[in-house]
C-alpha cells in the first residue's frame, strides 16, 4: 500500500474511535547476518478501542536507512 493511502485509512478508521490502548509483550527481534542493517521483530500486539479489541500476533521488518530504522513490513505472524 502507498504511504498516502495508508494514512488516510487509518485517519479514517480512528475519527469514530475515544480511545485507544496498545500493548505489546513477547516482543524478540533477530539480525539478519547477511543483511546487518535489517532487523525482524516478533510480537504480540493487544488492542483495545471504544469499539475494537483484539489480540494477535505480529511480524515488522526494519530496515536502517541513512542511519535511521524503517518499518518496510507489517503483518501477521
Do not use: C
Not at 547477511?34 to 530496515?63: C, H, T
Not at 536502517?64 to 513490513?73: G, M, S, T, V
Amino acid at each position: 500500500m502507498v504511504y498516502s493511502a495508508w494514512v488516510k485509512q487509518k485517519q479514517q478508521a480512528n475519527s469514530a474511535k475515544s480511545w485507544i490502548k496498545i500493548n505489546l509483550s513477547n516482543v524478540s527481534m533477530f539480525t539478519y547476518p547477511e543483511q546487518p542493517g535489517m532487523v525482524a521483530v516478533d510480537f504480540e500486539q493487544d488492542y483495545s478501542s471504544n469499539n475494537l479489541s483484539n489480540r494477535m500476533k505480529k511480524r515488522q521488518y526494519w530496515i536502517k536507512q541513512d542511519n535511521h530504522w524503517k518499518i518496510i513490513y507489517e503483518g501477521a505472524a
